[in-house]
């Protein structure tokens, strides 16, 4: 058999290669998938009987199914917020962590816009309950966003930072940062999670000057963000918090 795949110019067989197989059912032809495949000829025909092999081949491939990633992204955004890292997640959808990675951070900063379907259904089988048997460490940073709907969620009852941050064991520093976007300790998440299923609802106290004023101030800031009492409705989570 000649080494050397034929040139892709050659459209009859002279000088191509000859197939000495012995082992094959039959002997590979020209133009057949066989001698393209196992005999490397790359003349026209064996190119078109690989390439039609092919098209068949796909045409009856299960497809994998796909959805959009930003519904992914969102899943994730949303089991994160409940404080649960990338790894822990991975974990407990049983999806490679490097999936998960991919599919929030992407990559050479060029996010993807469909990810497998297999993985989001995945993410939603995660629930509620398997979030709260997760151990936490106490002073481990998770994300700011359920805590700080929340906080907003109270200002507009009039509950200031001064009413939460006594209540949670926290400076109004502290809580102003969970406001400006920055991560804070599952320690205080939890602290003013209960803080939160304690006072949502209820209107801050106006008995004396400086707790009207703070009332007062609370509302004037929450109107001015948009801020409601709905604001911390859609977390899934929250109530889960509470068990650790």
């Known amino acids: 058999m000649v080494a050397m795949p034929s040139l892709p110019t050659l459209t009859h067989p ?50 994998r199914q ?6 992914v992204r969102a899943r994730i955004a949303k089991l994160r917020a409940a404080g649960l890292t990338l790894g822990e997640i991975a974990d407990m959808c049983a999806v490679n962590s490097k999936v998960i990675d991919f599919a929030v951070h992407g990559r050479n900063g060029r996010k993807p816009k469909t990810v497998q379907a297999s993985t989001f259904r995945a993410l939603n089988a995660i629930s509620s309950k398997d979030i709260a048997s997760v151990e936490r460490p106490r002073g ?61 609802g209820m209107e801050a106290p106006t008995a004396t000057t400086s707790e009207k004023a703070r009332a007062s101030k609370a509302r004037t800031r929450a109107d001015a963000n948009g801020w409601t009492p709905d604001t911390s409705s859609d977390l899934e989570y929250s109530q889960y918090v509470r068990v650790h």
């Open 140 to 200: 481990r940073k998770v994300d700011g966003d359920i805590p700080r709907r929340q906080i907003q969620s109270l200002h507009s009852f009039g509950w200031g930072m001064f009413e939460i941050g006594s209540r949670a064991n926290a400076t109004a520093a502290t809580l102003n940062r969970i406001l400006k976007g920055f991560m804070t300790t599952e320690e205080l998440r939890a602290s003013i999670d209960r803080v939160h299923a304690e006072l949502h």
């Open 14 to 63: 002279t000088g191509l290669p000859i197939c000495d197989c012995t082992e094959a059912w039959e002997p590979h032809e020209h133009g057949t998938r066989g001698m393209y495949g196992y005999h490397r000829c790359r003349c026209a025909p064996c190119r078109t009987a690989n390439r039609d092999y092919n098209r068949e081949n796909t045409k009856y491939r299960p497809r």
């Open 66 to 71: 796909m959805v959009d990633a930003d519904l």
